[in-house]
């Protein structure tokens, strides 16, 4: 049901069929995101993403949403370290109109000076919510740090003086630079057509350059280090996190299943010590951040400041754990299946089936097979998970940034070890 082809300009169309969908999600994603950019103009590709919804040749910022609402349709965008994706979901007798308008908007925008100005104040805004929301904050300052000196350190928001900084000329030069047919994929899922949907595509993107528009970074290095923020804030927001696995590392599914032990539900380990048992945090949990090149496992947690050493030391001990005890295999059969579980959710959403088929393409060059990703998750074993841990649970990778009244936390870096 899933359906590859590359128009003569490089641009990979890859479609999924559902044929008893209604619906029908498509997008247009370009692997460039924040990582290509240059640090003067950090956060350039999230800037275009606002500005390509702000008016064309043919229709206002207003057509643009009375046309997706006239059909109850959505239509957005999002920017991420390494690519950029503007999306439609529609009913599926409304495709040919969803990709008009997505193209409409990806090739014709005007980028209207007056509009530019406007739009940066919202970015300006956003960057000042985010600061002023620190569990939004604490994320952005540790990949600061744990990438420091990296493209991938680099805020996807940018920050304000480069936001301020970019000019229009620049923001179109980016923008003509980066958006080449090479590094586009045009994803779709639902109730469609290959061929039909190819057909649209070929006329309305024909204009898009060939070719590939970025720069490949260097592949990051991991060194250890602690930063803390002081802040008047109630809580001490904590970030702790080390080395993690790329997209396509071979023994990702055993990342996986550690971390949903570890701190991806409920259930998890984190959340019964440090919340059910300890009532030290309202909000604690860990996730795995994963690149075309590098990766990192990242706990989080916020307390308050007399607790966070506390808070500290569960974390510590709750990753020391993987290197040292085999995970039951109970514990691992539940993770096991509660990430099997949620994949086949996923999969009865068409948006989410798009966005799996644009990133497959994306890190690994073709679609993975539903039963390829569940016999890697049924592969793990306790023994992979230990040696996994050994490998990646290093201290001289670990990061740890804290954020608050740090000042009163009862702790010291050198205990900072797992």
């Given at each position: 049901?899933?359906?590859?082809?590359?128009?003569?300009?490089?641009?990979r169309?890859?479609?999924?069929?559902?044929?008893?969908?209604?619906?029908?999600?498509?997008?247009?994603?370009?692997?460039?995101?924040?990582?290509?950019?240059q640090?003067?103009?950090?956060?350039?590709?999230?800037?275009?993403?606002?500005?390509?919804?702000?008016?064309?040749?043919?229709?206002?910022?207003?057509?643009?949403?009375?046309?997706?609402?006239?059909?109850?349709?959505?239509?957005?965008?999002?920017?991420?370290?390494?690519y950029v994706?503007?999306?439609?979901?529609?009913?599926?007798?409304?495709?040919?109109?969803?990709?008009?308008?997505?193209?409409?908007?990806?090739?014709?925008?005007?980028?209207?000076?007056?509009?530019?100005?406007?739009?940066?104040?919202?970015?300006l805004?956003?960057?000042s919510?985010?600061?002023?929301t620190?569990?939004?904050?604490?994320?952005?300052?540790?990949?600061?740090?744990?990438?420091?000196?990296?493209?991938?350190?680099?805020?996807?928001?940018?920050?304000?003086?480069?936001?301020?900084?970019?000019?229009?000329?620049?923001?179109?030069?980016y923008?003509?630079?980066?958006?080449?047919?090479e590094?586009?994929?045009v994803?779709?899922?639902?109730?469609?057509?290959?061929?039909?949907l190819v057909?649209?595509?070929?006329?309305?993107?024909?204009?898009?350059?060939?070719?590939?528009?970025?720069?490949?970074?260097?592949r990051?290095?991991?060194?250890?280090?602690?930063?803390?923020?002081?802040?008047?804030?109630?809580q001490?927001?904590?970030?702790?996190?080390?080395?993690?696995?790329?997209?396509?590392?071979?023994h990702?599914?055993?990342?996986?299943?550690?971390?949903?032990?570890?701190?991806?539900?409920?259930?998890?380990?984190?959340?019964?010590?440090?919340?059910?048992?300890?009532g030290?945090?309202?909000?604690v949990?860990?996730?795995?951040?994963?690149?075309?090149?590098?990766?990192?496992?990242?706990?989080?947690?916020?307390?308050?400041?007399?607790?966070?050493?506390?808070?500290?030391?569960?974390?510590?001990?709750?990753?020391s754990?993987?290197?040292?005890?085999?995970?039951?295999?109970?514990?691992?059969?539940?993770?096991?299946?509660?990430?099997?579980?949620?994949?086949?959710?996923?999969?009865?959403?068409?948006?989410?089936?798009?966005?799996?088929?644009?990133k497959?393409?994306?890190?690994?060059?073709?679609p993975?097979p539903?039963?390829?990703?569940?016999a890697?998750?049924?592969?793990?074993?306790?023994?992979?998970?230990?040696?996994l841990a050994?490998?990646?649970?290093?201290?001289?990778t670990?990061?740890?940034?804290?954020?608050?009244?740090?000042g009163?936390?009862?702790?010291?870096?050198?205990?900072i070890?797992?």
């Open positions: 049901m899933i359906k590859k082809s590359v128009l003569d300009n490089g641009i169309v890859i479609s999924e069929r559902i044929p008893y969908a209604s619906s029908v999600s498509i997008g247009i994603w370009v692997a460039n995101g924040s990582r290509h950019e640090r003067e103009s950090n956060g350039v590709a999230h800037f275009i993403e606002h500005l390509l919804f702000k008016g064309t040749d043919r229709r206002s910022s207003l057509d643009i949403a009375r046309e997706i609402d006239s059909v109850g349709g959505v239509l957005n965008a999002f920017t991420s370290r390494e994706c503007y999306y439609a979901k529609v009913l599926d007798k409304f495709l040919p109109r969803a990709v008009d308008l997505l193209t409409d908007l990806f090739l014709h925008s005007t980028f209207d000076p007056d509009e530019i100005e406007k739009e940066r104040r919202v970015v805004q956003e960057i919510m985010m600061e002023d620190p569990d939004d904050l604490i994320h952005d300052l540790f990949h600061q740090h744990f990438w420091q000196g990296h493209p991938l350190g680099m805020s996807i928001l940018g920050d304000v003086a480069s936001v301020s900084g970019l000019s229009r000329d620049a923001i179109i030069g923008k003509d630079q980066m958006y080449r047919g590094d586009i994929i994803s779709a899922a639902g109730n469609l057509e290959h061929d039909d057909r649209l595509l070929e006329d309305h993107l024909k204009s898009v350059p060939d070719g590939h528009g970025r720069t490949p970074s260097e990051p290095s991991y060194v250890r280090r602690i930063e803390l923020v002081e802040k008047d804030l109630e001490v927001h904590v970030c702790l996190g080390m080395r993690g696995v790329q997209q396509d590392h071979p990702r599914y055993d990342a996986f299943i550690m971390n949903a032990i570890l701190g991806g539900s409920m259930s998890s380990r984190l959340f019964q010590e440090v919340r059910e048992k300890s030290l945090a309202y909000s949990y860990s996730y795995i951040a994963s690149h075309a090149d590098a990766g990192s496992l990242v706990v989080y947690a916020g307390a308050a400041p007399e607790n966070s050493g506390n808070l500290l030391e569960i974390m510590l001990k709750e990753l754990r993987f290197k040292t005890e085999p995970v039951p295999e109970a514990q691992l059969d539940g993770a096991r299946e509660q990430l099997k579980g949620n994949l086949l959710l996923s999969l009865e959403s068409s948006d989410n089936r798009m966005s799996r088929l644009a497959n393409e994306i890190y690994f060059g073709n993975l539903l039963s390829e990703i569940m890697g998750f049924d592969q793990v074993s306790s023994e992979s998970i230990q040696k050994n490998e990646i649970l290093d201290n001289s670990l990061t740890l940034v804290m954020l608050g009244r740090v009163a936390s009862q702790f010291h870096p050198a205990d070890i797992v």
